[in-house]
Nanobody, 126 residues
Framework: QVQLVESGGGLVQAGGSLRLSCAAS????????MGWFRQAPGKEREFVAA????????YYVDSVKGRFTISRDNAKNTVYLQMNSLKPEDTAVYYC???????????????????WGQGTQVTVSS
């Protein structure tokens, strides 16, 4: 089992920044690929960003490319999502997810992940 706890969400004006953190516990964090997803009211859960187990490969949904950065610190068992130039359409509950994988590739579908955090609310006002 892996436990994931997100933090760092909040209310920010359009154009502002937030950094989300996801702290993992329970297993060897460095063996897990990680992803960030988001879900807005009335919408399906959407892939945002993913990073492989070494941190050497990342992938983003087109709508956040150039604005968001995913990173990980295996010594701290934490994955981050730096969000800059935030837009009202980024408003959602953000979830981190984990899957045991030592592949170079990353996973973009939610069904590929086995463990999920409880989510953190991000609200961007216009």
């Amino acid at each position: 089992q892996v436990q994931l706890v997100e933090s760092g969400g909040g209310l920010v004006q359009a154009g502002g920044s937030l950094r989300l953190s996801c702290a993992a516990s329970g297993r060897t964090f460095s063996n897990y690929a990680m992803g960030w997803f988001r879900q807005a009211p009335g919408k399906e859960r959407e892939f945002v960003a993913a990073i492989n187990w070494t941190g050497g490969n990342t992938y983003y949904v087109d709508s956040v490319k150039g604005r968001f950065t995913i990173s990980r610190d295996n010594a701290k068992n934490t994955v981050y999502l730096q969000m800059n130039s935030l837009k009202p359409e980024d408003t959602a509950v953000y979830y981190c997810a984990a899957v045991l994988s030592q592949r170079r590739t990353v996973l973009t579908g939610p069904r590929g992940y086995d463990y999920w955090g409880q989510g953190t609310q991000v609200t961007v006002s216009s």
